[in-house]
């Protein structure tokens, strides 16, 4: 079964731009080596990430990120109602506000992790995650 995580982190700890490329090739190597695939957006000092692959490799990685000490998971929500992947080739592709202008989903993340941060619960409307995870997917091509 696949399953699918959309997290909202907040950093603790500063990354720069080499910081981001060190955790995306090291993020990638090991998604590929557990069959999870999905990106990873950082901007203003949050994260947001979405993950998908098998159920129980999910859940220990989404362990593994909660326990992360350079930030605070603010919000997840999670799915198991994928029938195939949403982003099969990318293993964990690190998306830049420049790409995301490009299709018009820049305000669409900003404005999520903020009303993350701001709520810091998990109250947050999960058809409204799941519709930016699906439109998101519709454009992987173009990004």
């Not at 957006?41 to 998908?52: A, S």
């Amino acid at each position: 079964m696949i399953k699918g995580i959309v997290y909202v982190s907040k950093a603790i700890v500063d990354f720069n731009s080499d910081d981001l490329k060190k955790l995306e090739t090291f993020a990638s190597d090991c998604n590929k080596q557990f069959g999870i695939t999905g990106y990873l957006y950082f901007e203003k000092g949050f994260f947001l990430q979405y993950i998908e692959g098998d159920d129980a490799v999910v859940d220990v990685l989404m362990n593994n990120i909660k326990q992360d000490t350079r930030h605070t998971v603010l919000s997840y929500k999670n799915t198991t109602d994928i029938i195939s992947r949403k982003f099969p080739a990318w293993y964990m592709r690190k998306l830049t506000k420049s790409s995301l202008i490009q299709i018009n989903m820049e305000n669409v993340l900003i404005d999520y992790m903020t009303d993350c941060n701001k709520k810091r619960s998990m109250e947050l409307n999960s058809e409204s995650v799941w519709r930016m995870v699906n439109k998101l997917s519709g454009f992987r091509k173009k990004i």
